[in-house]
């Protein structure tokens, strides 16, 4: 881990409710109110690595599967039958408000006072409090602080209105307020050594704070985190892949997140990028930037939960599959997306909506590139660097690749870390943007994303940014190959974008997948590739010849490998039934078929 420099704080009173000057245990977190209410105790949060698991108490998100059970906090889950069109988000979803945030405010940092007026004004935010501590807009060294001074001048005063206001679920941190804390009891801890030994971590002040109360609060899980040259602890977040919205009763902990950059404007610009893209969404594509050198993975099983204790890191391969099963549930839902497969690190394009990609661990990491993205309003990032938010000031070292570059060029929220995050910290690609493009809000969409609390995170931008409220869940894609039953000869191969795909197909050729949900699905999606002539794709009900919901072209695409995904309507789809698709062309070996979906929208 780089080195840090530590800055010395001191409490102050607040401007938004009374506090306790006293300092909670130097040695943990502060619970606000000693755990979650009543409300809290059900939730089922789980999910398998699909994507296809079950809606807790809040009732079914439409990505597959059925209801969850009530009565326990799974993380792991379990998964579903198959799903067919899935369900809207907006039945469920509310819109976050501005009485469920907390503002907190450095009164000795001019740039912390100005970001917060300028967030109070734009989102009518009445809670508010002021902490005093060191500036960290003005140097690396009050970047860090020590636990004694984070536990008296920030999490003592924010526990403490916290515990008055409990509809609070998102506190908001400005630029000013330190972003790591040292001697913590969760956090990781380059080397295990006498200087650094077991438990003395550096977590996020943002993360720990998220994990305020997960000290005292029922079934949260404490872990120990090892691998990369580190050595920490963290709990496993029990918000992770949830599909319901979030809140302090159901979860426990807190959203936190942080309006920062290198510069004030920097911070600023992030909420009005979050309210212009409510008001207009925008049309860029989201770039998935696979460094193919480090494997493509199974994307059948990603993403992964975390249950246990970390030992060490996941092998590389398995965050490329995560970007390649996001692809796979951005093209089934028609949302635009770049998938890059190629050795070359991507740059340049401009607008983006979403970024995903290595960063400067690419093997073929391209500086200028990097610093040539730019982006929309409402874009989402995350990066798989260790240090992407070791610092917000500028200029820096030239160690890794920064998040605050991206917030100078457009972003609008993101993910970053403060330390060594392993690749279980990074948030996985496959949930953030599914939830996200589904009417939750940022925050919610990489809370959701990510396995760890109390941990290296920073979430960064406006925690009621919502450009996609009302939207419908994304559909989701079934395998091709993972068929029930099928004509001679068809088989399944390996596919180049990950996983396998299903080839052979002559004309007159079927597969069947048995019980599908067809949910009203309006439309039908594949994932197809042909170097022979191409064809058709029947999709019938019950049997080959039973009833015809919709016939799908399919192009020659010039190779057995180069996709592209097609779309068609359905008529008659409802209910739940065994689907056929049959295959029809001139010849033999006319196409394959990657994925197939059963989409709500036409």
Known sequence: MLAAGVAACSSKGTDGGAVSTSAGAAGAPVSANGGAGAAGQPVSVGGSASDSSAAGAGGTFGLGGAAGSAGTLNQAGSAGANAGAGGTASAQLPRRTAAEVLLVTNSKSPTSVAVADDYAQKRSIMNRLSIQCADSALKTDNETIELADYTSSIATPIATYLAAHPAINFIVLTKGIPIRVNGAKTGCCQGNDAAHPTGAGQPSVDSYLAAMDYPTLAGAVKIGITG??????????????????????????YIVTRLDGYTEADAKALVTRALAAEQAPGTGKILLDVDGARGLGDKATEPAPVTKTVTEEWGWETWNADMLHAHDQLEASGIANTLDLTTKFQGGPAGLLGYFSWGSNDANFDAQAYAALTFAPGSLADTAVSTSGRTFLSPHDNGQSLMADLIAHGLTC???????????????????LSRYHAGFSA?????????????????????????YFGAAALAKPLSAAKFDASSPKVM??????????????????YSAYKNLDLGGAQSFA?????GGSGGKIEIHADSQTGPLLGTCSVPVTGNYQTWATQTCPLSGASGTHDVYLVYTGSG????????????AQP
């Open 588 to 599: 033999a070996s006319l196409f394959n078929v990657q994925w197939f979906a059963l989409r």
């Open 443 to 467: 925050a919610e969409s990489l809370a959701a994303a990510s396995r760890f609390t109390g941990w290296e995170d920073v979430l960064i931008g406006d925690p009621l940014g919502t450009p």
């Open 492 to 509: 399944a191969e390996d596919c180049a974008e990950g996983g396998q795909d299903l080839a052979f197909i002559d004309n007159g050729a």
């Open 228 to 253: 990369s040259g580190t050595v920490g602890s963290g709990y496993l977040n029990r918000y992770w892949n949830a599909t319901v919205p979030f809140t302090h009763a159901q979860f426990g902990g």
């Open 414 to 432: 993101g993910k970053a870390y403060v330390g060594e995050p392993l690749l279980q910290g990074i948030a996985s690609p496959t949930i953030a």
């Open 526 to 530: 594949a994932r197809v590739a042909s």
